[in-house]
């Protein structure tokens, strides 16, 4: 069964006070990691699609990178803006070869950054 | 990429009584996706709707109570049917816009009393 799974479930960090969050994944197949950040009361806003091993994103303060089991959002230097939930989301694909089509998502990582 | 609006933003409905979601996209997209995000978890997926045909439930819910309609390549709508209030979440949309990827709406929050 296709499964994602994110560790810690919440992170509290000082401003510009460093970490990772995790993004565990089993998965037939990987088409694509996708990391998300959703505000309170907003649907999720995307920030990174990851396709294969070794792939590396940037954006501003986040940086993603991918394993053949694994996604880390890498958070440098963070401010109290980048409060929220961060979301990771895996689309598998299927046993013709095709995509699923649906993403499969993880419960989740709340991150609350303090001034 | 894909922009999607969707509505109601929330609502509070009685017990027994539907609420129908729409959700226009800026752009013609093949798949469109409702999911329902319970409080403190995270998305689940309800259905796949395709424009032309039936949508494709997943295990645990059913067309009765979550009927979907997909009339063109821009719209659909998701209907909660007789409300419980187990049925008081956030609901959301997404498309897959091919090149870009997944674009979701800003969400519907329903509570039911």
């Known amino acids: 069964e296709d499964q994602v799974t994110q560790s810690p479930e919440a992170l509290r960090l000082q401003e510009g006070e460093s970490s990772s969050l995790n993004c565990s994944y089993t998965?037939?197949?990987?088409?694509?990691l996708f990391w998300y950040r959703q505000d309170p009361g907003k649907g999720p806003e995307f920030l990174f699609t990851?396709?294969?091993a070794g792939e590396e994103k940037e954006k501003e303060r986040l940086k993603a990178t991918l394993t053949k089991k694994e996604s880390f959002l890498h958070i440098t230097a963070p401010k109290p803006e980048d409060s929220a939930t961060y979301l990771c989301?895996?689309?598998?694909?299927?046993?013709?070869?095709?995509?699923?089509?649906?993403?499969?998502f993880g419960k989740g990582t709340k991150l609350s950054v303090k001034p | 990429s894909a922009v999607i609006s969707q509505k109601p933003s929330r609502d509070i409905c009685q017990r027994g009584t539907s609420l129908t979601i729409q959700c226009q996209v800026d752009?013609?997209?093949?798949?469109m996706f409702w999911y329902r995000q319970q409080p403190g978890q995270s998305l689940t997926l309800i259905a796949t709707?395709?424009?032309?045909?039936?949508?494709?439930?997943e295990s645990g819910f059913v067309i009765d109570k979550f009927p979907i309609s997909r009339p063109n390549l821009t719209f659909s709508t998701l209907t909660v049917s007789n409300m419980s209030p187990e049925d008081s979440s956030i609901y959301l949309c997404?498309?897959?816009?091919?090149?870009?990827?997944?674009?979701f709406g800003s969400g519907t929050r329903l509570t039911v009393v």
């Open positions: 997404s498309a897959n816009d091919g090149s870009y990827g997944y674009t």
């Open positions: 998965v037939s197949g990987l088409r694509g």
């Open positions: 990851l396709y294969s």
């Open positions: 989301a895996v689309q598998a694909g299927s046993s013709d070869g095709g995509s699923q089509g649906n993403l499969i």
């Open positions: 752009s013609q997209v093949t798949m």
């Open positions: 709707a395709n424009q032309g045909s039936e949508a494709t439930y």
